[in-house]
């Protein structure tokens, strides 16, 4: 299991604050299916409201948070 994924498996909050996930801009792939049931996944981007790191994190059913 690589560090990330370790990490990963004991986060409670991910936040991307980067401008990975806006129009155009790609966000690195991340291990998601590693964190726990607990975790919330945000993001401070907040446009588009639903960003492809949300919907993943969705689709996980994990717990989001959107920019605004």
Not at 1 to 12: G, P, Q, R, V, W
Not at 23 to 38: D, G, I
């Amino acid at each position: 299991i690589s560090e990330l994924h370790k990490a990963f498996s004991k986060a409670d909050l991910l936040v991307n604050t980067t401008s990975g996930g806006m129009k155009n801009n790609e966000l690195t792939p991340l291990p998601l299916t590693s964190l726990p049931a607990r975790a919330l996944v945000s993001d401070i981007v907040y446009r588009p409201a639903k960003t492809p790191l949300l919907k993943a994190a969705q689709k996980l059913k994990l717990k989001t948070h959107a920019g605004l």
